[in-house]
């Protein structure tokens, strides 16, 4: 080794051996994940899906360009994240950085950015600083993936469901769900047949804008899709993966009900939206500032009994609400408007780490009832959306009053904590009707129908059940039609009441291992902005003068060594 060393062609081994460890790097990709909450590591489920790709699929990411410093680590992230995939998947994963619009003019940039918006993936307006640092700046950033597969095309939004106006902790929850948004697309894209989702019809369920965004923009484009009225049917068809009830407004007949509970117990999925009051905010605007919200009476009460879960006959009031224009005083004769805190809307989150709806930004509501868990055999059940811990619950019948927190002895009165609101049940469900179904009734399904009467499931099965129809439902305003479903139209803020539901629907017929990835945890080590800030000249001069000071301490120090050295001899 030394004579090697000493050679005069040394240089040239060393290069050489550079060389061959870099090669070597190249062609076998390895990493230790270190880190508390398992960042690095890719789930099981997706590593499955990765290695099952026939073909390549092609991903756009649109974070290139000049990007502000939360959204530049967003993007680091991601290319992270996408060199992962592709060694896994065994090069089938293709992708490259884009920054949207650049070299285009107006009008293809016009044509762009309608085609980003009709895959999901919206503008978010930031501010950043200017090149010069003096200053900030407005500035569009599209945090948006596009996924290329045989001919298909879809898109994701790494920001959906995430606040607006949260900063940098948005940005942290969308590193956190990163393998979720990717793989899931991924997931989507590749498929070959899609689950097919009936919305029952009978009972008065609205079909008409009010529910537009689920329908038209969130259903038909992820699903197949039928409306299905329910007696026209004998029994519920099996070809459905999944049932939706939405906000009933009359009340189900035996036969109706026995229906349904069939489909379940044949493995069917059901997500119920159901208000057991009736309460609108535009009956308390054509009321003049107050109403009583009454039981509509909707005969379900012993069917989700028997499922494990109770909806009370009140109305759930919270002091985490939105708000919408009150009247605060007047002038002249007219009212003088100003946006309030409402608490008959509260904001829904997450008590637990569930992996429907961690993660995400508040849900919307209007006039929620509160859910009891009953005791149902076999039957797990998961809060999945509750209240804050500021709540109030008024039992029927309950006055809905524009101005119904006058004062602070108003305000002390919300104590009662988490009320849930949506529940997932999970487990092996049994029949309302095994003891109640006549002779006649079993013989009709054998025979007539071909589906005999089932007192239980034979697999576990799964249904989500929220006391809460307008969680999917939309305003619709004069000038701009349907808006996006959780958007409220006072002040235009988007929930997340979309990426909760398609979560729900992933959990119930979608691929459940990959919606496990979100309930990672995503801890950011940030810098304290203030003391970056006063310290930012220190630490600059430390970075500068620091080498060069060690440079010369060297040079003096190897002079001194070499002085005595030479004159000891």
């Not at 007539?448 to 239980?456: A, E, I, T």
Request: one cysteine or more; charged letters at 20%.
């Amino acid at each position: 080794m030394k004579k090697l060393l000493q050679s005069p062609y040394s240089w040239i081994y060393v290069i050489a051996g550079l060389v061959l460890i870099n090669w070597v790097a190249s062609q076998w990709h390895t990493r230790l994940d270190l880190t508390a909450e398992k960042r690095y590591t890719i789930s099981p489920a997706t590593r499955a899906l990765l290695q099952s790709l026939d073909e390549q699929v092609t991903i756009t990411v649109l974070l290139d360009g000049d990007l502000p410093a939360g959204f530049k680590k967003l993007a680091g992230s991601t290319q992270d994240m996408l060199q992962e995939f592709r060694e896994i998947s065994g090069n089938n994963i293709r992708f490259f950085f884009r920054q949207p619009g650049q070299g285009m003019n107006d009008t293809l940039k016009a044509a762009l950015i309608d085609s980003l918006h009709s895959m999901g993936i919206n503008p978010t307006n930031v501010r950043a600083r200017t090149k010069e640092g003096e200053g900030e700046e407005q500035r569009l950033v599209y945090p948006g993936v596009v996924f290329e597969y045989k001919d298909r095309v879809s898109g994701a939004d790494l920001l959906q469901g995430q606040s607006s106006v949260d900063g940098i902790n948005s940005l942290n929850n969308a590193e956190a769900l990163l393998e979720y948004k990717l793989a899931g697309a991924i997931d989507r894209i590749k498929r070959d047949k899609v689950p097919v989702i009936a919305y029952l019809t009978g009972n008065g369920q609205p079909q008409n804008y009010e529910v537009y965004d689920l329908i038209e923009k969130t259903l038909k484009p992820n699903y197949g899709f039928s409306i299905l009225p329910v007696d026209s049917v004998p029994v519920i068809p099996a070809v459905f993966d999944a049932l939706l009830i939405v906000k009933p407004l009359t009340g189900f007949s035996e036969t109706q009900k026995l229906k349904i509970d069939q489909y379940i117990m044949r493995g069917g999925k059901v997500v119920w939206m159901i208000d057991k009051l009736y309460a609108s905010l535009d009956s308390l605007q054509r009321s003049q500032g107050s109403f009583i919200a009454f039981e509509m009476g909707l005969n379900l009460d012993d069917l989700l009994f028997k499922y494990g879960v109770r909806i009370n006959s009140d109305l759930v009031q919270d002091l985490n609400c939105t708000q919408i224009p009150l009247a605060v005083g007047s002038l002249g004769n007219r009212p003088q408007l100003q946006l309030m805190p409402w608490v008959y809307f509260p904001l829904l989150s997450s008590p637990n780490d569930n992996p429907i709806s961690k993660n995400l930004d508040y849900v919307l509501s209007q006039f929620p009832q509160s859910i009891d868990t009953v005791k149902a055999e076999g039957i797990d059940k998961t809060i999945l959306l509750a209240s804050s811990v500021n709540t109030r619950i008024l039992s029927t019948p309950a006055m809905v009053e524009l101005n119904s927190v006058k004062n602070e002895e108003d305000m002390k009165a919300f104590t009662t904590v988490h009320v849930p609101v949506a529940v997932l049940l999970e487990g092996k469900f049994s029949s309302l009707f095994t003891n109640r179904i006549s002779s006649a009734a079993k013989d009709s399904l054998s025979g007539l129908y071909k589906v005999p009467f089932r007192s239980s499931v034979d697999s576990s099965n799964k249904m989500i059940v929220i006391s809460d129809g307008d969680v999917v439902t939309n305003f619709v305003s004069q000038e701009k039609g349907p808006l996006q479903m959780g958007e409220n139209p006072f002040t235009h803020y988007q929930y997340a009441n979309k990426e909760f539901f398609l979560n729900c629907m992933e959990y119930l017929v979608g691929n459940p291992g990959i919606l496990e990835t979100r309930g990672k945890d995503y801890t950011l080590r940030l810098l304290d902005k203030k003391k970056v800030d006063e310290s930012k000249s220190f630490w600059q001069a430390l970075n500068i003068l620091l080498p060069v000071v060690l440079v010369i301490l060297f040079g003096l120090i190897y002079a001194a060594v070499n002085k005595r050295r030479y004159a000891g001899g």
